[in-house]
């Protein structure tokens, strides 16, 4: 008999949980949502991410792929709690779609591959997790595959992790012939038989009764010297009771000092249960959080998470659907009703509430009003972007915006028609507002739209969604990079005489020009002077041949890029009584420094930028390697505590595909930066 599903009670926020599921890509967390939907009746058929039948993978990419790309709410009961619950993706190109996440969640379920245990990525949002100082309780998933190795599991979060597990199962039976686990809490049995919906509870099954006792005391162990209430009754009865152990988990969940725990097969329907009274009865509620802290002018302000206290709301995701815009919103204090008027702090502008909705990924329901813990999404906010604030008109508050980060890769896209330029850029613009980690700029120099993101399947992704939701057709290359000429070697006494008569008065500049590279401490750049006496060449028709000289510049000899890290020094000259003026030595200046550029030895420069690579101490000699194949040039290395932090100078055309190429050299645990650095010769 499946669990009914039970009225959450009214503005009641002990009964609240706003969570997320995190992991590694592939260890079974939208899984584990569906399960969950299914386990508290909020689907009544069990969704699937290999037939593409799942709740919260609802876009067609997603489906596609097989992967999480975007984080989906969804809102189901358990117990006579609310639970507002968050499928976030696992894969690192989409990084800053957990961040956002976790900067509303009130606390995560980390789910673990049972084969291999903690995973790169896995490392990534449990560090995401630690940074917003999120609780978690930890989920040993496919405890049912060839391989499935509890123990270890549990071993690779203490040691990669650095954490204290505290497994309150035991599982029954191995790999295949997984069917249950023993509740150490409890010392009972709970089994799941073939097909069956639900767990039955049993006696301990005799051959693992000894080694059920001797985990439960190792638990209770482990509980007594993190604990000092616990502590205090270990020493008096020598045994924890299993109310105070329940207390005493609970506790040490919610400070972040140890990590409860569980195991299961979500596949198969096995563990989800116990998952969900785990969540009820160790993660925090938003009275456990606590007041939220803001700033109101130069002043901190605090909002207690209370329905009765000033409206205010963090916007943490939107979606821009052509039906309509939606704005995630997380409240912290305050109740907010339909056809309210609130304030983004952020802009100073007023947005109307106009409809409120309990979400469940593409699916959502009607409400009246939310309150301070609901997690909804709002219909009529018309400018409010993730990060954005929302408040009482007449309580202003400014909440702390999830952190971007920067992108690393990036793409330039085209529409193939030119009818298409204006809706390309509607697109763009509407991708950006959705996602804060693609950015779009126009390269003032080759004049291509570049789309700069987290990865390339984030750019994929992107690119794709440009063609599948928006109907265009787009091609996307790789960006070209901007390249410089520069003279190598130099000429001197250049000559140029520029004479022009066709009727009326006509021109006439004769001017005498050296062209010498700059000193390298100079920099990059121009650098003009003249040299003329005795008034050959007067002042204003020096400063026109200055001008002329610059003309010249943009475009150089060797493949019509711009010309940089020259000095032109005026020599000597001669004027026309009648024919000369400004716009004649603007002329001769622009082709007299033609012809000397074409004269000289010149040389061609590449955009170059400075890497910062950060990664396992075992992958050092692999990622040198590498770097020196891209014509990098490494200027530094260290290590500490098993992490290597390299550096280096690479040429910018050689970093597209870096980001990939560097994933699969370190398994995923490397990343970089990069910030440009000026030019090196090609």
Not at 666 to 681: K, V
């Amino acid at each position: 008999m499946r669990t009914q599903r039970l009225h959450h009670t009214e503005h009641d926020l002990t009964t609240v949980r706003n969570l997320g599921i995190l992991a590694h890509v592939d260890a079974g967390k939208t899984t584990v949502t569906e399960r969950v939907l299914y386990a508290t009746g909020t689907t009544h058929r069990r969704g699937e991410v290999h037939d593409g039948t799942t709740v919260t993978d609802f876009d067609p990419q997603e489906r596609d792929r097989g992967i999480t790309i975007f984080a989906a709410a969804v809102t189901c009961t358990w117990a006579g709690h609310r639970i507002n619950l968050i499928d976030t993706p696992g894969h690192v190109d989409f990084a800053d779609e957990v961040e956002r996440s976790l900067r509303v969640l009130d606390g995560a379920v980390a789910v673990f591959d049972a084969v291999a245990g903690v995973e790169p990525q896995s490392e990534a949002v449990w560090r995401q997790a630690d940074r917003h100082g999120v609780p978690r309780i930890a989920f040993v998933n496919k405890l049912d595959r060839t391989g499935a190795d509890f123990d270890a599991a549990v071993a690779s979060i203490r040691d990669r992790l650095h954490t204290v597990p505290l497994p309150v199962q035991l599982p029954i039976g191995r790999e295949g012939g997984f069917t249950g686990v023993v509740d150490l809490l409890r010392m009972t049995a709970l089994v799941w038989g073939d097909g069956a919906e639900a767990a039955e509870r049993a006696e301990v099954p005799g051959e693992l009764r000894a080694e059920a006792v001797l985990r439960r005391r190792q638990l209770e162990e482990s509980v007594a010297e993190l604990h000092p209430g616990a502590f205090e009754e270990y020493c008096a009865k020598g045994e924890l009771g299993a109310d105070t152990l329940g207390a005493a988990l609970r506790d040490l969940t919610r400070e972040g000092a140890a990590v409860v725990v569980l195991g299961g097969s979500a596949y198969r329907n096995r563990g989800v249960e116990p998952l969900l009274d785990a969540v009820v009865a160790y993660l925090p509620s938003p009275l456990d959080i606590g007041p939220v802290r803001g700033t109101d002018g130069e002043d901190v302000a605090v909002r207690p998470p209370d329905p009765a206290a000033p409206f205010a709301g963090l916007v943490f995701k939107v979606h821009a659907a052509p039906t309509g815009r939606l704005s995630y919103l997380r409240i912290y204090s305050g109740t907010l009703r339909k056809g309210d008027t609130v304030l983004d702090t952020t802009t100073g502008r007023t947005e109307r509430a106009a409809r409120i909705l309990r979400v469940r990924a593409d699916r959502h329901t009607d409400t009246a009003e939310a309150v301070a813990g609901d997690i909804v999404a709002l219909i009529g906010p018309k400018a409010a972007r993730p990060g954005a604030t929302l408040a009482a008109p007449s309580a202003p508050l400014v909440l702390e915006p999830p952190r971007t980060a920067e992108p690393v890769v990036s793409v330039a896209v085209e529409a193939r028609l030119g009818a298409d330029a204006d809706r390309l850029a509607a697109a763009l613009a509407r991708l950006t507002e959705e996602d804060p980690s693609l950015t779009v700029r126009t390269d003032p120099e080759t004049g291509q739209t570049v789309l700069s993101g987290m990865g390339e399947l984030h750019l994929e992704v992107a690119v794709e969604a440009l063609r599948r939701v928006h109907g265009l057709d787009v091609t996307a290359g790789r960006p070209q990079v901007a390249y410089r000429e520069t003279v190598a070697r130099g000429v001197g006494g250049h000559v140029h005489r520029h004479v022009k008569q066709d009727g009326g008065s006509g021109q006439f500049a004769h001017l005498v020009l050296d062209v010498e590279p700059l000193p390298a401490g100079d920099g990059p750049g121009f650098e003009f002077r003249s040299t003329v006496t005795g008034g050959r060449v007067p002042a204003e028709y020096v400063r026109a041949v200055e001008a002329g000289c610059r003309d010249a510049l943009v475009d150089g000899p060797l493949g019509g890029h711009p010309v940089t890290g020259l000095r032109v020094t005026l020599t000597d000259g001669a004027t026309h009584v009648k024919d000369s003026s400004e716009p004649a030595f603007r002329t001769a200046g622009r082709n007299g420094l033609r012809e000397a550029l074409r004269a000289c030895a010149m040389l061609l420069l590449e955009p170059v930028a400075e890497v910062t690579v950060t990664v396992p101490e075992e992958a050092v000699g692999t990622v040198i390697g590498d770097l020196s194949a891209r014509r990098g040039r490494v200027t530094g290395s260290t290590t500490r505590a098993g992490t290597a932090v390299v550096t280096a100078v690479v040429p910018l055309a050689e970093l597209f595909g870096y980001a990939t190429r560097l994933r699969s050299r370190t398994q995923g645990r490397g990343s970089f930066t990069a910030r440009p650095d000026g030019y090196a010769p090609a």
